[in-house]
T-cell receptor
Framework: DQQVKQNSPSLSVQEGRISILNCDYTNSMFDYFLWYKKYPAEGPTFLISISSIKDKNEDGRFTVFLNKSAKHLSLHIVPSQPGDSAVYFCAASAYQANNLFFGTGTRLTVIP | DSGVTQTPKHLITATGQRVTLRCSPRSGDLSVYWYQQSLDQGLQFLIQYYNGEERAKGNILERFSAQQFPDLHSELNLSSLELGDSALYFC?????????????FGSGTRLTVV
């Protein structure tokens, strides 16, 4: 049972525009959420995270929004750059839990 | 370089064989996680070790086993291999073994079973 879902396998965006990647979760015990970025032939790398006590966290061009009532989070990238082209994984963790649950990933392509 | 080292990077083997994947965690990290990524699938959690002890188990097949050694490196053993075991296998490490710490991933081992 997939507890973290990324329903869009792929997304294409023009350079300079906003990229919005979405993630839904089913487990109400999740209280910490992370986004990872993965380039081909590399492992995923941490991008940004958010705790359930917040509804927004911003780091440069990257902002994550959390809607707890909808069990939904999104990653906004503004402005999008060609170097942002990668697979983005959403992940979630419950308080003091041992492991992260990952979504299936969204492949973002930023078109120059 | 993330600090997590996985070897080998690529492995091609025949069905029925056994292979061992190796992972050295980032310096100072006590916990090691193994994940499997099959085609078009997300990262499926296999198993976690913390300071030499198994801490959590996910969807790991009985044909698979793992261990973490005193020097904290870990090995994932896959036996009686089937075509469906072809996947990317990632190792990750974290300082305290809690999901909220975030992980540092290695670059993965691509296993191809023919």
């Amino acid at each position: 049972d997939q507890q973290v879902k990324q329903n869009s396998p792929s997304l294409s965006v023009q350079e300079g525009r906003i990229s919005i990647l979405n993630c839904d979760y089913t487990n109400s015990m999740f209280d910490y959420f992370l986004w990872y970025k993965k380039y081909p032939a590399e492992g995923p790398t941490f991008l940004i995270s958010i705790s359930s006590i917040k509804d927004k966290n911003e780091d440069g061009r990257f902002t994550v929004f959390l809607n707890k009532s909808a069990k939904h989070l999104s990653l906004h990238i503004v402005p999008s750059q060609p170097g942002d082209s990668a697979v983005y994984f959403c992940a979630a963790s419950a308080y003091q839990a041992n492991n992260l649950f990952f979504g299936t990933g969204t492949r973002l392509t930023v078109i120059p | 370089d993330s600090g997590v080292t996985q070897t080998p990077k690529h492995l091609i083997t025949a069905t029925g064989q056994r292979v061992t994947l190796r992972c050295s965690p980032r310096s100072g990290d006590l916990s090691v996680y193994w994940y499997q990524q099959s085609l078009d699938q997300g990262l499926q959690f296999l198993i976690q070790y913390y300071n030499g002890e198994e801490r959590a188990k996910g969807n790991i097949l009985e044909r698979f086993s793992a261990q973490q050694f005193p020097d904290l490196h870990s090995e994932l053993n896959l036996s009686s291999l089937e075509l469906g075991d072809s996947a990317l296998y990632f190792c990750a490490s974290s300082p305290r073994g809690q999901g909220a710490d975030g992980y540092t991933f290695g670059s993965g081992t691509r296993l191809t079973v023919v």
